[in-house]
């Protein structure tokens, strides 16, 4: 990424854009806390100092839930309205350290906890491809923000495809690494064997380099890998002669709109167009992957959660004695969806129900991720699947929480087998973006940036009309 502008005109252009589309009763509401004098000194020092960092002087955006020492950290909840951060995440800090100035932090659905976008204490994310509909979730905000040209980078999180789908609702290129790869030092806990941060890019190059910054072993994360980092841009200048790319036939069913899978054959025909081999595959428990998420994801929640309890931070509202207290400041603080999950998780894991529903969900996750191996060691390089099944819906249409749990249904699967995946637009239906999806194995990123710029590069303007 080059810029031909000081680090203060970025900045500067970035917060007037911002301005422009938070604006009014109809703004996007992508943005909650922003400081514009302090970015702008930020972006002085470096203009000052002739850093000469890769983001030297670029803007970027974090999702509410990934911890920063100037703005608050309050993951779209009333039950941390107003609360710092006494420190930084380390992805925060290596962007800084690279150079790059962070200018907001962006609304998401409340503890990550949505695939809408409509969950957040502080109202909803509008897409700005089409105002009406939904930006994705849980990191709509910071999709929002890229797609609206506010910044090129921003961070989001991941849990079950929160990074992944907001991308291809928003039409703008989405990450999520594998698990260990990021450090997750400075994110809230929702899921901790499923949470990830993940980088939203304008384009393919745009993530590539952030992805770059951020990755890598952190002794404040012992879940962190130490395994050495590409130079993921690299992966630009790799012909794809000799990859071999599976269809999953599980992404595919006869339910999916033939649109959808008509681009995403659209693009594997330009992906064989430039050398690689495609072959029909089979990940045969895919359909298990949202009863098992939404029975891992809720019973950690459950857990985590409960440090939320008026006595460390964040909303305290006095009750009848100490129980009271933990009561009422709950019970006001967190929202409906929060509220369900921490129910489901507290169920699942209750004695007489572990067995039957936690032991069993991860026992099938096992499975999930033999999938993944098995199908990567017979030869395939990646995988390539729609990202979503729909394209981005109206607000409110999703009121039942079952069939807003389905959004997730093409995503979830890498989150638990912990694989790397990216969403790249593909086309558009009805005028509305259509993401891509390519997985890989492993730590082979590289592999899945590879796929990603030769499909960004063949399909070109086609990829967003």
Not at 90 to 99: C, F, N, P, Q, S
Not at 168 to 180: E, I, Q, R, S
Not at 374 to 403: C, M, Q, R, S
């Amino acid at each position: 990424m080059t810029t031909t502008t000081s680090a203060a005109e970025a900045v500067a252009a970035s917060l007037r854009r911002m301005d422009e589309v938070k604006a009014g009763a109809d703004g996007l509401n992508c943005i909650l806390w922003s400081d514009r004098e302090h970015a702008l000194a930020e972006a002085r020092a470096i203009d000052e100092s002739r850093a000469q960092g890769p983001l030297a002087g670029v803007p970027f955006v974090a999702k509410d839930n990934i911890a920063t020492l100037h703005l608050p950290t309050t993951c779209g909840s009333r039950i941390l309205e107003g609360y710092v951060s006494p420190y930084q995440a380390t992805v925060i800090r290596r962007l800084r350290e690279a150079g790059a100035v962070l200018v907001a932090k962006t609304n998401c659905d409340e503890f990550a906890m949505g695939s809408s976008n409509e969950h957040s204490a502080y109202g909803p994310v509008r897409n700005p491809i089409c105002p009406t509909r939904v930006p994705g979730g849980s990191s709509g905000g910071s999709a929002a923000a890229v797609a609206a040209g506010i910044v090129r980078i921003a961070l989001g999180s991941e849990t079950g495809g929160s990074v992944r789908q907001p991308a291809a609702f928003c039409g703008v290129v989405g990450v999520k690494p594998t698990y260990g790869r990021v450090s997750r030092y400075g994110l809230v806990a929702f899921a901790s064997s499923l949470d990830q941060v993940g980088v939203f890019g304008a384009t393919v190059d745009d993530a590539a380099l952030a992805m770059e910054v951020i990755a890598g072993r952190d002794p404040l994360d012992s879940t962190s890998a130490d395994v050495p980092v590409p130079r993921y841009r690299a992966a630009a200048d790799r012909p794809l002669e000799g990859l071999v790319i599976g269809r999953p036939k599980e992404y595919f069913p006869p339910s999916l709109d033939p649109r959808i899978a008509a681009l995403c054959d659209r693009a594997l025909d330009a992906l064989r167009a430039q050398g690689a081999t495609v072959r029909d595959v089979s990940l045969p428990h895919t359909d298990l992957a949202i009863p098992v998420y939404y029975i891992v994801a809720p019973a950690e929640a459950s857990s985590n959660l409960a440090r939320f309890d008026g006595v460390r931070y964040g909303l305290r509202v006095t009750g009848d004695g100490l129980r009271g207290m933990y009561e009422a400041t709950r019970s006001r603080g967190f929202g409906p969806e929060v509220t369900r999950r921490i129910l489901l998780g507290t169920y699942v894991l209750s004695a007489g129900y572990y067995d039957a529903y936690y032991k069993k969900a991860q026992e099938v996750r096992t499975l999930i991720a033999q999938d993944f191996r098995t199908v990567f060691g017979n030869g395939v390089h990646a995988l390539f699947t729609p990202t979503t099944p729909t394209p981005a819906f109206e607000f409110g249409a999703k009121a039942d929480p079952y069939e807003m749990y389905l959004n997730d249904i093409f995503t979830a699967t890498a989150n638990l087998a912990g694989v790397p995946g990216i969403s790249v637009p593909v086309g558009r239906v009805d005028g509305l973006p259509i993401g891509g999806q390519i997985l890989a194995g492993h730590f082979e990123e590289m592999t899945m940036f590879q796929i990603a710029y030769a499909l960004e590069r063949a399909l070109g303007a086609e990829a967003h009309r």
